[in-house]
C-alpha cells in the first residue's frame, strides 16, 4: 500500500480570504488543491480563476454537496459566515474529512463541544484556523521569553484594528449572537495572542464596548485578569488605522511584536529591552504563515499527529470571548 504524500483538499466558500489561504494550498508541497464550492452562481470558478489561475483540473462547485460528497477530497478548508461554522463543520466531519476551520471555529462552547464530538466519532482531525501562530517570529518570542531574558510575563497588550470598507459593511450589519461585529471577526486574534503567553484561561474579564444600531461591536477592549496581578488587555476596532501587534511587559525587560499579520515578503521586526539598559531590533526571515499553516495542518494528518493548534485550545479562547461578551453586556466582570 502507497504512503500517501500529499494532503487533497477541497474549500467551502468563496471568501476574501482564498487570496491567501487557495495559493498556500497550491503553493504547500505536502498539499493539493482539488476543488472549490459556492452557493453563489459562478463564485467558485471565478474565484479559482483570480488566486490560482495556473492550476489545471481544479473543479468549481456551485453547491457546497458536492465537496463534501467528493471522493477525492480528505479535508476542507471552511472559511464561511461565522455564524455558519458549526453546522458545516459537522457536515463535512460526517463525510469523513478533516476540517481546517476559520477563526472563530464557533460561537459558543457548546458547539465546539459538538464538533469535537463528531469529530472524536470519525477519528478525524478538526483546527481552528489561527494561521499566524506558524510565523517563525512567534517562535523567536517564545524561545526569548524561555530565556529568561524579561524575566517572568506580568502583563500582555494585544491590539487590532482597520478601519472598515464600505465592502465590508455585512460584518457589522448583524448583532454579536449572530456572529457580527469585531469581537467575532478581529477579537479572536486579539484573545488569542493576549492568552498566548499565559497558561491556560484567566479568572476573570472585563469588558466594554461601542455598539452600532445592529447590536453588532465596532470597538470593543478589555482586561483579562490571570491573578496575582497578572493581566492581558486586549483592543480591537474597525474604526481605528490598521494595527496587529502585542507587548510583552515582564518583571525585568519587554518584547514587541510589531505585526501579527505579516506579509510573506516583508521581513519581521522584534524589538525588544531589558532593565539594564538593553535595546534589541531584531530581523528575521520572512515567512508566509499561510503556508505554514496548510503544511503543518497536512503534516499532521498525513502522519497521524495532533495539531500544534488542539481543540481545547479554541474551546478555551471561545470561553474568553463569550465571557468578555457577557461583560460588555453586564458591565461587571465575569468568571471564565
Not at 479559482?48 to 465537496?67: N, R, W
Not at 472559511?79 to 478533516?98: D, S, Y
Request: with cysteine.
Amino acid at each position: 500500500m502507497t504512503e500517501q504524500k500529499v494532503l487533497r483538499w477541497g474549500i467551502l466558500g468563496a471568501a476574501r480570504v482564498n487570496e491567501r489561504l487557495m495559493s498556500a494550498i497550491v503553493e504547500a508541497e505536502n498539499a493539493q488543491l482539488v476543488a472549490i464550492a459556492s452557493r453563489r452562481p459562478g463564485a467558485a470558478a471565478e474565484t479559482l480563476a483570480k488566486y490560482a489561475p495556473d492550476e489545471q483540473g481544479v473543479a468549481a462547485f456551485d453547491d457546497l454537496d458536492s465537496v463534501l460528497n467528493h471522493a477525492e477530497i480528505d479535508a476542507v478548508y471552511l472559511p464561511m459566515a461565522n455564524e455558519e461554522h458549526t453546522e458545516w463543520a459537522i457536515k463535512a466531519i460526517e463525510q469523513g474529512k478533516h476540517v481546517l476551520i476559520e477563526k472563530p471555529m464557533a460561537l459558543s462552547v457548546a458547539d465546539i463541544d459538538a464538533i469535537i464530538a463528531a469529530a472524536d466519532k470519525q477519528q478525524v482531525t478538526v483546527m481552528e484556523g489561527f494561521m499566524y501562530c506558524f510565523h517563525p517570529q512567534h517562535d523567536y518570542v517564545a524561545d526569548l521569553i524561555a530565556s529568561g531574558a524579561i524575566g517572568d510575563v506580568r502583563t500582555v497588550k494585544t491590539c487590532f484594528s482597520f478601519p472598515m470598507k464600505p465592502a465590508r459593511l455585512y460584518r457589522i450589519e448583524r448583532d454579536i449572537n449572530h456572529g457580527g461585529g469585531a469581537m467575532w471577526d478581529i477579537g479572536p486574534y486579539a484573545i488569542h495572542t493576549a492568552r498566548k503567553w499565559f497558561d491556560g484561561v484567566p479568572k476573570s474579564v472585563m469588558a466594554m464596548a461601542k455598539l452600532n444600531d445592529f447590536g453588532a461591536d465596532t470597538s470593543l477592549s478589555g482586561v483579562l485578569d490571570y491573578d496575582d496581578g497578572r493581566f492581558a488587555h486586549f483592543d480591537m476596532s474597525f474604526e481605528r488605522a490598521r494595527r496587529s501587534e502585542y507587548e510583552i511587559i515582564g518583571t525585568l525587560g519587554g518584547i514587541k511584536c510589531d505585526t501579527v499579520w505579516q506579509n510573506p515578503d516583508d521581513a519581521p521586526v522584534i524589538h525588544w529591552w531589558t532593565d539594564a539598559g538593553e535595546q534589541h531590533e531584531v530581523a528575521l526571515p520572512v515567512a508566509n504563515h499561510f503556508v505554514e499553516e496548510i503544511k503543518h495542518f497536512s503534516d499532521c494528518v498525513l502522519n497521524a499527529e495532533l495539531p500544534a493548534l488542539s481543540v481545547v485550545d479554541a474551546r478555551e479562547n471561545c470561553q474568553v470571548i463569550t465571557a468578555a461578551l457577557r461583560s460588555v453586556q453586564s458591565g461587571q466582570k465575569e468568571s471564565v
